[in-house]
């Protein structure tokens, strides 16, 4: 079955302590990205990343890494999490930039 | 700078009739790709329909159609013959060719009503 993965799916943790979300698709797909969905604001690109290798920042990427070593994974990395990034996290992949994206389930994060 | 706007935080509509969901955009990309999804509570986001720039014709995927009008920039969601089940979050997105980067509205809430 064709899916976007994320784990964990709820975290809570403490200001500080680096954490790290996985991603992954199964579609061969080169483009990925991650947004976080925060009430009234929609979904804000966080960091794209356009093929194996190739990263590049969205609208609000202070306070996180992203790599892209394998193409089909994509982690979003906290290094010192802060209460304001708590959020919905959404990693999504597509083909190509243009074409439509596809959704993983969501990661809800907590940070105290 | 791309930016979409969705001016309707919430939206209510009776069973069994149709709603249009208003979203707005603006970029100086001469090609870009409209998108709308459906958030229902549980979450999820849910591809429903794509429109290209250079598209003649209106894109339709069985109730829902987007009503584009590249003069104005609009790019509205109309959803026919409305269901319970259509009760969700809605979302309109928007990528550049030129540009990697992909912007969403604030989204609307549509709630129907039995």
């Known amino acids: 079955e064709a899916q976007v993965t994320q784990n964990p799916r709820y975290l809570i943790t403490v200001t500080g302590k680096k954490l790290t979300v996985t991603c992954s698709q199964n579609?061969?797909?080169?483009?990925m990205s991650w947004y976080r969905q925060d009430p009234g604001l929609g979904l804000r690109q966080i960091y794209y990343?356009?093929?194996?290798?190739?990263?590049d920042k969205g609208d609000v990427p202070e306070g996180y890494k992203v790599s892209r070593k394998e193409k089909r994974n994509f982690p979003l990395i906290l290094e010192s999490p802060s209460p304001n990034q708590t959020s919905l996290y959404f990693c999504?992949?597509?083909?190509?930039?243009?074409?439509?994206?596809?959704f993983g389930p969501g990661t809800r994060l907590l940070v105290l | 700078a791309q930016k979409i706007t969705q001016t309707q935080p919430g939206m209510f509509v009776q069973e069994k009739e149709a709603v249009t969901l208003d979203c707005t955009y603006d970029?100086?990309?001469?090609?870009?790709?409209l998108f709308w999804y459906k958030q229902p509570s549980s979450g999820e986001m849910i591809f429903l329909i794509y429109?290209?720039?250079?598209?003649?014709q209106n894109a339709t995927e069985g109730r829902y159609s987007l009503n584009f009008q590249k003069a104005r920039k609009s790019a509205n969601l109309v959803i026919s013959a409305s269901q319970l089940g259509d009760s969700a979050m809605y979302f309109c997105?928007?990528?550049?060719?030129?540009?990697?980067?992909?912007?969403f509205g604030a989204g609307t809430r549509l709630t129907v009503k039995p």
């Open positions: 999504a992949s597509s083909l190509y930039p243009v074409e439509t994206q596809y």
């Open positions: 579609m061969n797909h080169e483009y």
């Open positions: 990343s356009m093929n194996v290798e190739v990263t």
């Open positions: 970029t100086s990309d001469p090609s870009y790709g």
């Open positions: 429109q290209g720039s250079y598209d003649q």
């Open positions: 997105a928007m990528r550049g060719d030129n540009n990697n980067d992909m912007r």
